[in-house]
């Protein structure tokens, strides 16, 4: 059998359990603040915000889009886990900024089957965070709407930029 990344990934949790001992947290977020964000590996979240264990949830996807299945993740966070500011980021040079519906129509006619999700690709960074504000403040699901900023992380400097939800520019 060949050595895969897999097994690597599983030789370095052997040597962290090693020295592991519980730090007795409850599964509620510290700071009660829920993170939507890409899955873009140069994103190192907690490095990037000055978060340690235990401090927030978060929720990654490609794109950092809010689809339903985040809705979903941020109403459990929410309402069975005590969450009630939401931070969402974006980032420069997605990968989704190069898709397009389009290759949802071009996977189908390789696999022979229509996915059932979308892309949820996007040309304007900003007008996209200012979607996933706006569909996680309209969710009949969420009961804490009044605290959620997005941002547009910049993969070669690492500051965050605030997007202005009402489209007016932000200093």
């Known amino acids: 059998m060949s050595h895969t990344v897999t097994d690597e990934l599983v030789a370095a949790n052997q040597r962290y359990a090693e020295g592991f001992k519980d730090p007795g947290m409850d599964a509620r977020p510290v700071r009660k603040v829920a993170i939507v964000a890409c899955m873009d590996a140069r994103l190192d979240l907690h ?3 000055g978060l340690e264990l235990g401090d927030c949830h978060t929720i990654r996807n490609a794109g950092g889009v809010v689809t ?21 980021i974006h980032h420069t040079g997605c990968g989704l900024l190069n898709l397009s519906e389009e290759w949802r129509h071009d996977l189908e006619l390789e696999v022979g089957q229509k996915p059932a999700w979308a892309v ?3 040309k304007d960074l900003d007008q996209d965070v200012r979607q996933s504000m706006a569909r996680v403040r309209t969710s009949p699901f969420l009961p804490h709407t009044d605290d959620v900023r997005g941002f547009v992380f910049d993969v070669t400097t690492g500051l965050l ?11």
């Open 47 to 49: 490095a990037a915000l």
């Open 68 to 88: 339903d299945d985040v809705i979903r993740s941020l109403t459990i966070s929410q309402r069975g886990l005590g969450t009630n500011a939401v931070v969402l």
């Open 120 to 122: 949820e690709s996007f």
């Open 161 to 171: 930029r605030e997007i202005d939800p009402e489209n007016t520019p932000t200093p």
